[in-house]
């Protein structure tokens, strides 16, 4: 299951492949902790993509306001997903 990660190599010379190991002798739900502090880890915020998602947002505020972009109901978007 790991050798997607593994690669194969059988040096195991790097922290993650050691980890990579010792993880794959967890409990399930020792494991799925680990995924969350994991992606706890990598979800922080980067000032500059927040600066962006704002200026960007308030772009397509002021387009909407103006009049410049489509906009489409409630129902119609529910519409459309119920076809599939």
Known sequence: MLSWI??????????AD????????????????LVVAILNDLDK???????VWAEEAR???EAYKA???PTVSYEEV???????
């Open 6 to 15: 593994l690669k194969g190599d059988s040096d195991m010379s790097t922290t």
């Open 18 to 33: 050691k980890l990579a190991l010792e993880i794959s002798a967890l409990p399930d739900a020792e494991k799925l902790r």
């Open 45 to 51: 915020s980067d000032p500059e993509i927040d600066r």
């Open 59 to 61: 772009k397509r505020w």
């Open 67 to 69: 009049g410049h972009i």
């Open 78 to 84: 529910m519409a459309k997903h119920r076809q599939r």
